[in-house]
């Protein structure tokens, strides 16, 4: 999941190299590299004149962005209080364990990213594990682990 210069050209001229089209070119490379590689940040730079400062701002405040490589499949384990309550510790523990990183971190093979959130907004099926846009509920270790064999 990483972005080659040529192709970060051939996204900026479908945008027709215009520097207002910033936000969408970053999310575009998001998408594609699974992250904001910094060589591609400064390439992104010096071909819309836009500052690295400026690039550097936007990377950081927008939360669908990365600086860093992310996994494959986001996973997100949440710590709400409903979810608190019913175990979520417990089954952000067992995947903390069953991947080898810790909360926030990348699996070495960039299968998962592991994160824990507040409130997906499902209380009632606490508690509660999302992986992308697929919501899983009634956690437990187990249970959670063997979502894992699903996403390759
Ligand atoms: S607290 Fe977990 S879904 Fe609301």
Wanted: proline share 3%.
């Amino acid at each position: 999941m990483d972005i080659s210069l040529e192709r970060v050209d051939e996204i900026l001229l479908e945008h027709d190299y215009d520097s207002s089209a910033l936000i969408a070119v970053l999310q575009q490379v998001q998408h594609e590299a699974g992250y904001l590689p910094v060589d591609v940040l400064v390439h992104i730079s010096e071909k819309l004149g836009v500052s690295a400062a400026r690039l550097q701002a936007l990377s950081t405040f927008y939360k669908s962005f990365s600086l860093v490589p992310t996994g494959r499949h986001k996973m997100a384990v949440c710590t709400g209080t409903a979810c608190h309550v019913r175990g979520a510790a417990q089954v952000l523990e067992g995947l903390e364990r069953e991947l080898g990183i810790k909360s926030g971190g990348t699996t070495p093979d960039r299968r998962f990213t592991l994160e824990s959130v507040r409130c997906l907004g499902c209380c009632s099926l606490a508690p509660v594990v999302r992986v992308g846009e697929r919501v899983y509920g009634t956690m437990d270790q187990r249970k959670a682990a063997r979502i894992l064999e699903e996403y390759q």
